[in-house]
């Protein structure tokens, strides 16, 4: 009898490099250096367990905010690292009000870099830093959605006996760039709480933030839907997994 095979090595990335840095401000110095002409890095973290001397992941984010880059989610690297893509944040991303108290921290200690100043007037500009999301703990249901759920009783009930991950998911499509993308969301959202109280909620569709159901097939495989439906359908057929950011070391991101 053969044993079974070891698990294949998730494979390492490679779109950008991957730094270690022993200390903050070692990681300070190459933002120094690098903030505007790096497209980003993959940062390792090493883990408590394998007693190396790393940066931490409440270090790592503080450091990025002064110069404008941003954390993403972190993965396994090895029995002794983590992984956390870090790049300069982008022209349009919403922020967490998490990171907006950091910041105001980060001012008053005089530790912000015109890098990272730019980053948050242009969020005030344009009213992104107004509209900071909260986290898992204390985000609420917003007025527009509450009132959307007033008027459809099933909605309503199903995203109340949601978990708070769960519900905490939901709540984060609604964060988009317009107030009419907002509204679509926001009608998308409530039709398919509604109608569908499967898992399929969960995955959200790039257009209106949540997944349409598939046609049923016939025997040939071939959906029985009309081309207005095929049409609609295509338009919506690329779901993505919403995975809130995470931090070695650290609790959930918000």
């Excluded at 396994?76 to 944040?89: E, G, K, Q, S």
């Excluded at 009132?147 to 909605?155: H, R, S, V």
């Amino acid at each position: 009898m053969s044993s079974l095979s070891p698990k294949p090595a998730k494979p390492l990335p490679t779109d950008l490099p991957i730094r270690a840095f022993p200390s903050a401000r070692e990681f300070e110095a190459f933002l120094e250096r690098e903030h505007t002409a790096a497209a980003g890095i993959h940062l390792k973290f090493a883990k408590k367990s394998s007693g190396i001397a790393s940066i931490s992941g409440a270090e790592a984010v503080e450091t990025a905010l002064c110069f404008g880059w941003i954390d993403g989610q972190a993965n396994p690297f090895d029995d002794n690292w983590w992984l956390v893509r870090y790049t300069p944040r982008r022209a349009k991303s919403i922020w967490s009000q998490k990171n907006a108290n950091t910041i105001e921290r980060l001012t008053e200690q005089g530790r912000m870099r015109p890098a990272g100043i730019a980053a948050v007037e242009a969020a005030k500009a344009d009213g992104r830093w107004y509209r900071a999301y909260a986290g898992p703990a204390t985000i609420a249901i917003p007025d527009d959605l509450a009132t959307a759920l007033k008027a459809n009783a099933a909605a309503s009930n199903f995203l109340d006996n949601m978990t708070k991950a769960d519900r905490y998911a939901i709540l984060m499509r609604l964060q988009v760039s317009s107030p009419k993308r907002r509204e679509q969301r926001i009608k998308g959202l409530v039709e398919q709480l509604a109608v569908d109280h499967t898992d399929s909620v969960l995955k959200p569709s790039r257009k209106n933030g949540v997944r349409k159901a598939k046609p049923k097939t016939n025997p040939a495989g071939r959906a029985k839907a009309s081309t207005t439906d095929s049409c609609a359908n295509a338009s919506n057929a690329t779901p993505g997994q919403t995975n809130l950011p995470r931090r070695p070391g650290l609790r959930s991101r918000a």
